[in-house]
């Protein structure tokens, strides 16, 4: 038997639309912060990765069920190329009138996927921004997650958090998986070619708002050497131990995830002017076993904003 985590479609992996209106297009979908990092984690702790969504847009006329399929298809693969595999997704195209058995809040759609894919369903959660959500995996015998800031006490899940990253944590924390640690720190290089020249992104790497442009989440940095720094919204933190104007910053870099008594990581960035922009280089050292997968977090956090931000910039 497997374990799962079923995960709400719209407001949980991709921005909701506005109330009435759908996601229809892959123009229209806009990954949540954090997504592929909580997804690849899910993956490397042996959760089946299913999505599980309404789209009652069908049922409407705005979309054929053929449309959702390629769409379904599209956020996988894109998923997929930050290290993030979504196992399946299942989704009910019916309207809320006559009722279906598969629509949530009726669990008919975990149900299925637990046949399908031999989950036990007393191991498994579902991850939803909606009442409707913690009462469908509620209803299948599964633990519930509610995300969103605006908490729905009514629907009384398990746990409630703010997004799908900080989800994974909790579950975590519940499961007694987050201590696992390995004896090794671990290390790892990763690296990407930015639109832009090396000194644009040395600058927009060491101040607060070309940081917090570039990787849209709030930053406090300082240029110095010796400063202080916090990113992501304070969820990574460190200071500038060597600087380089243009060609290097080494800086020491910690998460909240990391435990008091875990040393600092490093990181060590090397810029080299190349056809089409900058290569970037990221020397990631000193991060202690069984932590989450950072390499993904380099990618999708910073990597993949930084190449939007500077494409947008050039424009
Ligand atoms: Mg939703
Ligand atoms: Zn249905």
Aim: aromatic letters at 8%.
């Amino acid at each position: 038997m497997n374990k799962a985590a079923f995960l709400d479609r719209d407001g949980v992996i991709n921005v909701k639309a506005p109330e009435g209106q759908y996601v229809t297009r892959w123009e229209e979908v806009r990954f949540l912060p954090g997504v592929a990092t909580a997804i690849s984690r899910l993956n490397e702790s042996g959760f089946r990765v299913i999505v599980i969504s309404n789209q009652r847009c069908v049922a409407k006329g705005l979309v054929t069920e053929e449309q959702v399929v390629a769409l379904h298809q599209k956020i996988s693969k894109e998923l997929a190329n930050l290290g993030a595999v979504i196992d399946a997704v299942y989704f009910c195209p019916h309207d809320t009138e006559p009722a279906c058995n598969c629509r949530k809040p009726a669990p008919g759609m975990i149900l299925q996927a637990a046949k399908d894919h031999q989950i036990d369903l007393g191991a498994s959660w579902m991850i939803g921004d909606s009442a409707a959500d913690v009462a469908a995996g509620k209803n299948a015998g599964c633990k519930t997650v509610l995300i969103g800031r605006r908490a729905v006490s009514s629907a009384s899940p398990d746990l409630l958090a703010e997004s799908l990253l900080e989800a994974t944590g909790k579950i975590f924390d519940f499961e007694g998986l987050s201590g696992r640690r390995g004896a090794m720190p671990i290390q790892f290089t990763v690296s990407a070619t930015i639109p832009a020249s090396p000194d644009q992104i040395y600058d927009a790497w060491l101040s607060s708002k070309g940081h917090a442009a570039m990787t849209e989440s709030a930053a406090k940095v300082s240029a110095r050497v010796g400063g202080a720094f916090t990113a992501w919204d304070g969820y990574i933190s460190g200071k500038n131990l060597k600087l380089k104007p243009g060609k290097q910053i080494v800086q020491s870099w910690r998460t909240t995830e990391f435990a008091a008594s875990d040393p600092d990581s490093q990181i060590d960035v090397l810029l080299e002017k190349v056809r089409g922009g900058t290569k970037i280089t990221l020397h990631h050292t000193n991060i202690p076993g069984g932590q989450s997968d950072y390499k993904t977090g380099w990618r999708e956090c910073y990597f993949e904003p930084m190449k939007k931000y500077f494409k947008a910039k050039a424009a």
